[in-house]
Structures are given as C-alpha cells and as structure tokens.
C-alpha cells in the first residue's frame, strides 16, 4: 500500500489527515467492506481495524524514508522524496526503519492497553479533563457520575482567545469500534444542551460512525479515536515521554 499512500496524498493535493487518507486508499483499491472493517486482533487494545494498522505501519515507514512527513497536528503531507508517478525506490526502505516503525507503533499500543485495564471510567474522564484543560479549555467539568444521559462532561472552548463555544464530551474506554448508532444516541443526549459535541475513545470509529458524525445538518460532533488519543499524550507529555538519545 505504499503506492496508495502517495496517490491518496497527491489527490488531496499535497496533504491530508488520516481519515481523508485512508478513505482516499479505500477508495483507490476499491476495497469492500468486508475488508475496510475487517478486525486486526481481538487482544489489541486500540481497537483498530486490520486496514487501519498496516496503513500506520505503511505511514511510519515513508516517514522514516523521506517519503512523506507530518505535523503535530495530525497533517501529512508528501516529502521531498516522492515522485510525479509515486515512489522513485521502494526497495531502499532499510530495515532498521522496519524496526522503528514496529517501535512506533507498539507504544501507541502499550499506553491503550494500560488506560483499558488498569483505568476505571472515573480516572479515564478525569484524564480526558486534564487534557481538555492543557488544549485550552475552561470550565471543563465531569458530569459522568451524576448519569448525565449519556454525557460524561462539558466545558467551553475558546479560538483565538476571543470566540468561546460551549461543548459536552462522552468518554468510552474500550477496546473495539464506536458503531454510528452510538453515534445517533450521544446526538440524542446533546440536544438542548449545546451545538457542539466530543467524542473521544481508546479504540476507533467504524467508517459509518464517521459519516454519522459529519452528517450534514446534524449537530457537528468531533471524534478523537485511540491512536489520536495517543498523540495527544505525547504531544502534551502526561503520562509519555520521549527519550531523543535514542533518536
């Protein structure tokens, strides 16, 4: 799927995020939906499919390559490497990078695990608080144990300082896919008390619960599934650090 990658890039001009990638490979492969939902492991913690964890691998290794490279904001765009017709030189893709791309993938896996085993639903929402409150939100509260109707927290969101919005979050910590029903069913819980919502998960979002998130004249809600959790933590450095001597 290396080749994808790149087309997928390229017909998205240049840059894209991980979901507008991977359905732009889906789409190019033709891939049925057998096969997009196709389960990777019932012991992995993330939750992701099959599909989704060889395109991460598949990502890593042109990173490591040159192929391509990305932002902290979860952007990829195509590197200096790439091509007019895709890849100049598969083969050149080192081992050693085989290796790096198995070590980058496998903390994403290890730190899922242990929020999924060792955390109860009441430390995970005040983790997701505390990375609410470090993104720049106010007033984040958890209303989880008060069984809010499926709402386990709300806070307001400011841009730029200036516009602020009121949003409510659902945290769901498990292994598995978030189905597009229960997508509908947090909408349900939402209605009346803001325009906005979060969805946030250690495992991932079927393609129909995507599609039900962005439904158009629905009420917009926002969906960080476990790989971007992850980054998050990396990123904000709560529970996950970097050694760069080993870089």
Known sequence: MFQPVIQALKSLGGSGSLDEINEKVISILNLPDEVVERPRDAKSADGRTKLEYELAWVRTMLKGNGYITNSQRGIWALGNRSTDDGILSIPNIEIEKHQQAEIDENWKSAL????VERLDASAFERLIQRILREKGFTQVEVTGRTNDGGIDGKGIAKINGILSFHIVFQCKRYQGSVSASQVRDFRGAMVGRTDKGLLITTGSFTREAIKEANREGAPAIDLID?????????????????DWSRR
Request: glycine residues 10%; charged residues 30%.
């Open 112 to 115: 899922l695990r242990v929020m």
């Open 226 to 242: 476990g790989e971007k959790l992850a980054d998050q933590l990396k990123e904000l450095s709560l529970g996950v650090s970097v």
